[in-house]
Structures are given as C-alpha cells and as structure tokens.
C-alpha cells in the first residue's frame, strides 16, 4: 500500500503512545527482495502497530488515510485478534487513538 498520508499519521500515533509509556511496534507485512533472497516479513493484512502496555495489555493497530476502511484481509486479521482477546483499532487520525486512551482508562 502506498504510504500516502498514512505514513504521517502512523508516526503521530506512535510519538504519541510512546509519550503515554507505552511499548510500540511497527509491524511491515509482505516481504522484501534483497541480495541473494528474500525476506518475509508480516503476514498480509497484520494490522500496522502493536501496542503493549501494562497488566497484559495488547493492542494492534490499523493506521488508515483519512475516509479510507480497511481490506477485507486486514479485517479478518483483526477478528481473529480479537478472538484472542486483544484489542484492535482502526485509526485515521490522532484523535481517534486520543480518544481510544481516554475511554479504556
């Protein structure tokens, strides 16, 4: 996917949450050629951040441009976290994660 305004947004959220102590990944998914092979990374579909915090907390993030929903992939992604109980998040905006915080409190 291209990064287009997700790129500046991800980041938003990532300064942000590392501002609020907690432990954030960013998570690449497809794969990569390099010299001699190729590197798989994530599986498609795995949501853009993962987010730890205290007591167990665990949360994946989907970053999107703003309006845009995510794949049908990145959904079923996500339902099967949820399964799992972690939580999840689809996020266009700063405000969406600020507003997330401040209700799991």
Known sequence: MAEGLEGPIKKQIMD??????YKVHRMNSGGK????GYIHLCK??????????????ILWIECKRPGEKPTEGQESEMFL???MGHETLVADNLDTVIEY?????
Not at 33 to 36: A, D, E, S, Y
């Open 44 to 57: 498609s579909g795995t949501p853009d951040l993962l987010v730890f915090g205290k007591h167990k907390f």
């Open 33 to 36: 050629k390099v010299p001699g």
């Open 81 to 83: 976290y949820r399964a």
């Open 101 to 105: 915080f401040n209700n799991v409190g």
């Open 16 to 21: 942000y949450l590392r501002l609020l102590g």
